[in-house]
């Protein structure tokens, strides 16, 4: 019994901390603008940097995903 209990336990954890880092990486490539319509006075410098940061950011998340379907065996 104790063994499902943490089995259940584990994958509820999994997929919690899944989606908390999931956000954390979408929160720190936004830095508070919107997707929608740019920030006002930015610069086209800056708007690239951020479109880096942005795929940066998708590039990451792919790893993280990747590594933990390794940690799983």
Partial sequence: ?????NMV????MRKVISKGMDKGFDMAAKRGSKKDKP???????????????RQKQKRAKQAMRVTRRIGRF
């Fill in 9 to 12: 336990l584990r994958m509820f």
């Fill in 1 to 5: 019994m104790n063994q499902i209990l």
């Fill in 39 to 53: 920030a006002e006075g930015v610069s086209e410098a800056d708007r690239a940097e951020m479109a880096a940061t």
